[in-house]
Nanobody, 115 residues
Framework: EVQLVESGGGLVQPGGSLRLSCAASGFTFRQYAMGWVRQALGKGQEWVATINNEGSSTTYADSVQGRFTISRDNAGNLLYLQMDKLKPEDTAVYYC????????RGQGTQVTVSS
């Protein structure tokens, strides 16, 4: 069974940083592209960033380009999202996600950017 467990969310002031982590299990992590999605209250799901299985190629939403960095540790089955220069509009629940026809996401971690 695919399991994705996020951690690292919290309350941060505008301009601050957070690092999200995701522990993956139940599938061969190193064989799959992974990503992060977010969902703000009352809004739809938005893909934030993706990374290929080797970690050599990444994509970002325009809204986070230059501020967020996705990375992975295939030896430890871990996915990360470094978030810098956070803005109030980044406030959302962030989910670790396994893309594809068998899409899966974790339970999510709340990120709140507020002064």
């Amino acid at each position: 069974e695919v399991q994705l467990v996020e951690s690292g969310g919290g309350l941060v002031q505008p301009g601050g940083s957070l690092r999200l982590s995701c522990a993956a299990s139940g599938f061969t992590f190193r064989q799959y592209a992974m990503g992060w999605v977010r969902q703000a209250l009352g809004k739809g799901q938005e893909w934030v960033a993706t990374i290929n299985n080797e970690g050599s190629s990444t994509t970002y939403a325009d809204s986070v380009q230059g501020r967020f960095t996705i990375s992975r540790d295939n030896a430890g089955n871990l996915l990360y999202l470094q978030m810098d220069k956070l803005k109030p509009e980044d406030t959302a629940v962030y989910y670790c996600a396994k893309p594809g026809s068998d899409f899966r996401r974790g339970q999510g971690t709340q990120v709140t950017v507020s002064s």
